[in-house]
Every structure is written in C-alpha cells, then in structure tokens.
C-alpha cells in the first residue's frame, strides 16, 4: 500500500503519548515563560504554600477566599519538603486550611490561617514545626533584589538538627539557626557559590548558581540520615504590580518574573491530566516520589 502507513495499535498508542508529551512541553514552556499573564493584574497578590513539618504525615491544603465556605483551590496529598509554585490572586482576605490527606472537606480543619493578600505582595504560608506543634506560618517575600544584586534566605526544616549554621562562600548566612526558623534575606553579589549546611556532626553541601536579579529560598531538609539543601529560585528580574506572572497553583505555573526552572523536565514526565484538575510538581528535586501532586479546583 504505497504511500500509506499502517500503524498497529501499540505504535498508535506510543504515537499518542508521544504527541500529548510534545503538547505539554509546549504548554509547560509556555506557562513558565517570563511573559505577563492577561488574568494578573496590579490588584494581584501572589501566595505558594509549603509542607515543611518532617514528622507531618500527607496532608490536603485548601485556599478560601475570607468568608466563602467553597475553596479555590485543593492541593492533595502534600508531603514533607513539598511547595507549590505562586499563585496570583486578587488582593485581599484569604484563609488557608489543612487537613489530613483523603479527609472530608466538610471535616474540621488541622490547622487554619488567615493571610492579607496586599497588591503586589507575596507570601510563602508553611506548614512549620514537629507534629506535636505544627503550626501554619505566614512568610512575607520579597522578590526584587537590589539592581545587580541576589537576595537570598534560609529555612530552617530539620528536625534531624535543632540548628544549623548555612554558609555561601564565605558569607555566613545563618548562624546556629534553629528548626522552624526563617531569616531575613541576605542581598548578595552573584555567582556560583558552594552552600554548606551544618548541623551537629552531619554538614551537606551543594553549588548553586546565583544570577543577578534573582531571589532564593535555601531550604535545609532532612533525608534519610542526613541533611540537605533545596535551592527554590523565589524571582528573577523585576516584580512589578502590573503582574508579568502566569497562574495556576502547581509547579506548572511560572512564579512571578521566574524563567524556566531545572524541574520542569520532571513535570514533563509525571505530568497527566484528570477531571479537569492539573498535577501540582514539587519545587523539591529530590526525591521522584515527591515529583506529583494532584490539584483540583473545587
């Protein structure tokens, strides 16, 4: 049969995965690129959300808008060192919710919050401390370092290890901080910088590069028998009130002036759709496990 080609039904089925892989890259690479979204606007506010309680089990967050019992958004089976991409909102009241995975949203909360979105702002509300005292922690951000500068922060998320000290290079950027702590950020000159984390007798290190005009978080963590270190990129490039961000609570979504970031190849693995819902990527790169989060607008 010249000129036709017959395909049999595994090749058709690898064809289809391979076209709806090449669809989502093109939409991820969309989404995360810098350019500004049409539904932000400068009465936008920014909010992600984190699980940084190691002895936490899973948990389901939820996002009301303040004195509507109906969520914007349901983010399920949020484990340990698990944070969500920013998610623009309209300035305003909000309160954040968590209870335990696969509970009724109907059923009392673990944990509430409230957070005052305020225009152009933006906040990190984590789940922060031991089980025993786990509390939700609202964290203001900053995203616009000083021009030609990084501004760079520490979470401190080990249990394993009451305080760490945290150096980059040879700045000390925290000193003996304790777990569930935040420092104020620290405005650096760019550069690929070697970041230590010690704590007791156990000290992890990574190399992280720091380009002008970005903001970190450093978050320490405890894996297995050891600490480490996750470099979340918070902005690159100017924030301003007008937006330039793109929305959706996940890791598919570009956080404000943020370009492509490295765990965008891992969303093109795992990523699938279902009941119009999209899969919240861990801004973690550690492990694969933690790679999928399922989100549903409710």
């Known amino acids: ?69 109906k969520a914007q958004q349901v983010i399920q089976h949020v484990t340990y060192g698990t944070v969500s991409a920013f998610e623009a909102l309209p300035a305003g009241d909000y309160t954040v919710a968590m209870r335990a995975a696969g509970a009724p949203s109907s059923s009392k909360p673990v944990l509430s919050t409230a957070v005052d979105i305020l225009a152009g702002h933006a906040y990190t509300v984590a789940g922060m401390g031991p089980a025993s005292g786990l509390r939700l922690q609202v964290i203001p951000d900053t995203l616009t370092p000083p021009a030609g500068k990084v501004l760079v922060r520490v979470i401190q998320a080990s249990l394993q290890q009451d305080s760490v000290t945290v150096t980059a290079g040879g700045s000390h950027l925290a000193t003996n901080l304790k777990f569930a702590s935040v420092t104020s950020y620290h405005t650096m000159n760019p550069g690929t910088l070697t970041v230590r984390a010690t704590g007791g007798s156990e ?86 496990l933690h790679a999928r989060r399922q989100v549903t607008s409710v």
């Open 1 to 69: 049969m010249s000129g036709i080609h017959v395909m049999t039904r595994g090749a058709r089925m690898m064809s289809a995965v391979l076209t709806a892989a090449a669809a989502t890259s093109i939409g991820l690479l969309a989404l995360t690129a810098p350019a500004a979204s049409a539904s932000t606007s400068s009465q936008d506010g920014w909010i992600q959300l984190a699980h940084l309680s190691p002895n936490t089990p899973a948990v389901d967050v939820y996002l009301y808008s303040f004195g509507d019992s």
């Open 203 to 288: 000290s992890t290190s990574s190399t992280i590069a720091l380009a002008a005009g970005t903001t970190h978080t450093l978050v320490v963590l405890d894996d297995p028998g050891k600490l480490s270190i996750d470099d979340l990129l918070d902005g690159a490039g100017s924030v301003a009130a007008t937006g330039g961000v793109q929305t959706g609570l996940g890791g598919t979504a570009a956080r404000p002036g943020a370009s492509v970031r490295p765990w965008v190849a891992v969303s093109l693995a795992g990523l699938a759709f279902a009941g119009g819902g999209v899969v919240l990527v861990s801004r973690r790169r550690r492990p694969a």
